[in-house]
């Protein structure tokens, strides 16, 4: 799902890194978001909706919407679409509205 | 039409197009901007005056076919891609279509790729004469395609395969 | 608290101008973006924006981008940037308050604020729009522009405005097939240039046709369309289906007004505007004092607008607080004619008959 060659744009991606989804091992570039690595690599449904559990995927991608809320090492509600990917991190579906430490 | 559609009237088109003399005399601009919109690059483009939008930037761009030299300079600077280079002064039946193309992969001169209409279909096999893509051009390629003189006014794309 | 003369909020195009305007008049500014980066929505557009070269005409907007940021580098003593910083309040007693990452709060107390927040994408209903799939189109835009991730590999764009023929365009340009572009409108609504050159490679642009549900079960497999009839409603038996597995949405943008209703702004609703949008006068300042606006908060326009309006709330901010620019009234002149200009033609006659709803003395 990532694009090589592009006529107008040279993409630099960071440094390769690893990181988790729901225990799974998924590797991603330094720089990108969480939500860019995980839809590169074939991963849409990101959550769930709090009453219908229907599956959520992001939607606007520039932290307005929250549709790509996440737990992100631990910590519910995060912006999975304008937060960056770290080396290491544990990314997991959220259920519910998440609980605040 | 072209409001609902996007594809120009046949009628639109040959306004826009220069005289079958002008064209077999040599290279020159065809704009195909028909809507007014606030856009005037094309006449800062132009090194010879020949694209005029008068006072208000949101008028047509008029061409003078006789100012015009086919440079080309103005292909590239369209932001909406609405102008190519056409010339018939080199054979009689065919014409030289200078169009912008921004998709990979870019056609490779010498060879033969499909000529599109304006909905995009398939019309005819068109030879590929030169790949410009020099820095000033940014990003937007031009080609230049030989294509069979009976497509005058019906060519406008084309499609590399592979 | 943090105190400073001009707060600027967002770093998008009406914001980074608004603050070289306000800099180069001599005040001290500061910028607070809630991305990891400035440049707003520019850092995606990698078309060649319209206009006159006043307002960058020819060049793409990741290039404007990079010449808006090397411009406002040249006053590093007056300009202050915070990154990162995201703007939740904005009080009556002139605080600002933000929040720094997910870490701290910070006050910030100006002597004016110009609000250059943007706008953001409106959504449509119809059953299961909220599969997996189904995106804004500026969200699919910054998912392969600015990260180079394709969305799926075959797209229904929803929407034939500016957004989506060119995002259909730059869809292509990935290398991600778009199946067809729909638009419930009888007329295409963005550049026909746009559109033009979209359908000569290939891709029918439908109006008056829109979206009846989109089918799949954990994300997009399928989507419905059909016509509508001179009332916009569905015409049986008109149903097509495709195989996509991607939609995107793109029939319009809101202001993201929210921090001036908190602070007490005059607002009105304006459909020419798309949305509820503040009371201003002509120098871009609303109906409370020192809190100006530019860009998209005050009304969706091209990012072309949203300059120029950057430029001219920018110098008027700092003429406001003691700060006259040596050229004030020739530059306030140009940025107020080359608003005009963008105006006054028959795409933009909706934007004007929209200003003249909102302009106060």
Redesign the interface.
Known sequence: MRIDKHPILDFKRGKKIKFTFNGQEIEGYEGESIAAALHASGVKVLGESILKHRPRGFYCAIGNCSSCLMVVDGMPNVKTCITELKEGMVVETQKGKGKIV | M???????TEEMIKEVFPSIDRINKGPVAVI??????????CV??CRFNAINIGD???NLPELDIEKCTGCGMCVS??????IMLIDGSKSESTILFKIPY???PLPEEGTIVKG??????YITDVDVIKVLNPKSF???PVITVEVDRNYLYEF??IRVEG | MKHVEIAIIGGGPAGLCAAISAASSGANVLIIERNNKLGGQLVKQTHMFFGSEKQYASTRGIDICNILINKLSKFKDKVEIMTDTTVVGMYEDGVITAMYKEEKYIKIKSEAVIAATGAFEKTLAFPNNDLPGIYGAGAVQTLMNVYGVKPGNKVLMVGAGNIGLIVSYQLMQAGVEVKAILDAAPKIGGYLVHASKIRRMGVPILTRHSVKEAIGKEYLEKAVICELDEKWQPIEGTEKEFDVDVMCISVGLSPLNELLVMRGCEMKYVPQLSGLVPLRDENYETTVGNVFVAGDISGIEEASSAMVEGYLSGLCTAEKIGYKHEKFEELKNDYLNQLDDLRSGAVGKHILEGTKEILVN
């Open positions: 072209l409001e609902k559609t996007g594809i120009p195909e901007c028909y809507q007014k919109i606030p856009c005037n690059p800062t483009a208000d930037i949101n600077k369209c932001p909406g891609l609405s921004e998709f990979l599109l209409n304006r909905k995009g279909e940014d990003r937007t406008r794309n």
